[in-house]
């Protein structure tokens, strides 16, 4: 600040100085002063002019700023938790005491006797006799010989013109003929016969009757009284928020690329001339499957959820159980069980097997071969061509069949049944049943309770509220004060000398 004043009062000081030798000039904005040459017509004078120019200084400068500051604080918080307590009471405890009372009864039990009856019954016994014999038939064998004929040929290799020509021959055909020979058998049939008979018997069948007999005893009836209380609790209600991610997503994409297919070199043969070239053969593309991964950008939708802590107070239901006796009615039924003679009627069947003589017939086919000749023509090509002649040589096989009478002989078996009388002895079981008087005691049960009072304890939920340090972090405002450079400027008076 002191050199400023300094440069400011020698402007002024020469400012002034160079005024006296003026006589017209006028001072502008700032201090800075213009001097403009005398208008006399005969002296010229030299003048200078004063010019400002900026002169620029760094100052360091204290800047105030707010700053946010955390601070770590401990505060109480209320929590609820439920404790349980033990609370006793009251309770009515059946106690059940047992006692048997005898109780006589008179029962008819039966008493079973089994005795053996025979019964004599005359069965047919039948006995099958087996007999051998003979049946003599003649058959047509055919034999068949076998000889070789030479065939004498010319043939032009090679041939460029095609000639049909025929060739003619002869074979024996098989002609098959059938026919029916009938045969007489006899067989025996069995008739079966069926007699139904009944056999009659007793048996004791229990009747039961029920009668019906009151029995009283006590209960205790639970009454359940229920109150309403309330409760506070707190929880966490979920609170949601969206916001968008952008994620790359890699996906694989089934692509076709179509490869062409490989030249191979072919060998063929011209069907005028019979000369062999070779060409040039591309075969069939391929066309190949690949799959390629592909990225993409994909916007999704994140849901953020934040929990804020709600009290909700609610009614909670309270259950006390008393007990009150009660006396009821209950019917025992009793059943007592009698037996009543039945009697009972068993049918059963009696099957007899009788045979009988049936005459059958059978149709028999007997087939006969016989051979015709035939006369075939079997088609040949003959290829002609300018070159030399060629004479072959063909053996051909001629078959010759011959038939000749055989005599054979086929053996079969002739069965005859007859039947033969027997006699059988059958036991048959018969039970006789008789009821005789039993005396029994049986023993009852009978149940009687008593309440005796019993102290219980049972756990009761009680909330209790307590107080937990919870660490929280609060924010405050401060002013720290800093230095910054800042660069001043100041317009200095410059002296400029005129040429």
């Known amino acids: 600040m002191k050199g400023r004043g300094k440069i400011r009062f020698c402007a002024l000081a020469l400012g002034g100085f160079l005024s006296l030798g003026s006589q017209s000039a006028w001072a502008t904005y700032g201090g800075a002063v213009q001097l403009a040459c005398s208008r006399s017509p005969v002296v010229a004078h030299a003048t200078s002019t004063v010019a400002l120019m900026p002169q620029c200084e760094t100052v360091m400068q204290t800047v105030y700023q707010t700053v946010m500051v955390p601070e770590q604080l401990t505060v109480m918080q209320t929590q609820y938790k439920t404790v349980m307590k033990e609370e006793p009471y009251t309770v009515l405890k059946p106690v059940q005491e047992t006692s048997f009372v005898t109780r006589r009864y008179t029962v008819a039990k039966p008493v079973y006797e089994t005795a053996t009856v025979q019964r004599r019954y005359t069965v047919q016994k039948p006995v099958v006799q087996t007999q051998q014999m003979e049946r003599r038939y003649k058959v047509m064998k055919p034999v068949t010989r076998t000889s070789t004929t030479q065939r004498e040929y ?14 003619r021959y002869t074979v024996q055909k098989p002609v098959v003929r059938t026919s029916t020979v009938e045969k007489k058998y006899t067989v025996m049939k069995p008739v079966v016969q069926t007699q139904k008979m009944e056999r009659r018997y007793t048996v004791m069948k229990p009747v039961q009757t029920t009668s019906m007999q009151e029995r009283r005893y006590t209960v205790q009836k639970p009454v359940i009284q229920t109150s309403m209380v309330n409760e506070s609790h707190n929880v966490l209600k979920p609170v949601q928020s969206t916001r968008q991610v952008v994620e790359t997503v890699s996906a694989f994409e089934n692509r076709q690329t179509v490869i062409p297919g490989k ?31 592909v990225q993409r950008p994909v916007v999704r939708n994140v849901i953020e959820t934040s929990y804020v802590q709600e009290t909700i107070t609610r009614q909670v239901p309270v259950q006390t159980c008393t007990y009150v006796s009660e006396e009821r009615v209950e019917q025992i039924p009793v059943t007592r069980t009698e037996m009543v003679a039945e009697e009972r009627v068993e049918p059963y069947e009696v099957r007899t097997c009788n045979y009988v003589a049936e005459e059958r017939v059978e149709q028999i086919p007997v087939q006969t071969t016989e051979y015709v000749s035939e006369e075939r023509v ?7 061509c300018t070159y030399v002649e060629e004479k072959r040589i063909e053996q051909i096989p001629v078959q010759t069949t011959e038939y000749v009478e055989e005599e054979r002989v086929e053996p079969y078996e002739v069965r005859t049944c007859t039947y033969v009388a027997e006699e059988r002895v059958e036991n048959i079981p018969v039970t006789t049943c008789k009821m005789v008087e039993e005396i029994r005691e049986e023993k009852l049960p009978v149940t009687t309770t ?5 102290t219980a304890v049972r756990q009761v939920p009680v909330t209790v509220a307590e107080q937990v340090p919870v660490a929280v972090t609060r924010t405050s405002a401060r002013v720290v004060a800093t230095q910054q450079a800042v660069q001043s400027c100041t317009q200095v008076p410059v002296i400029v000398p005129a040429y």
Do not use: H
């Not at 010319?154 to 060739?167: A, C, G, I, L, N």
């Not at 079997?378 to 002609?384: A, I, K, S």
């Open 263 to 293: 030249v191979m070199l072919q060998t063929a043969v011209d069907g005028c001339t019979g000369c062999a070239q070779t060409v040039a053969v591309q075969t069939a593309p391929q066309v190949l499957n690949q799959t390629v991964m």
């Open 154 to 167: 010319s043939v032009m290799k090679p041939v460029v013109q095609t000639q049909k020509m025929e060739r």
């Open 378 to 384: 079997e088609p040949y090509e003959v290829r002609t």
């Open 450 to 454: 008593k309440y005796l009072q019993e």
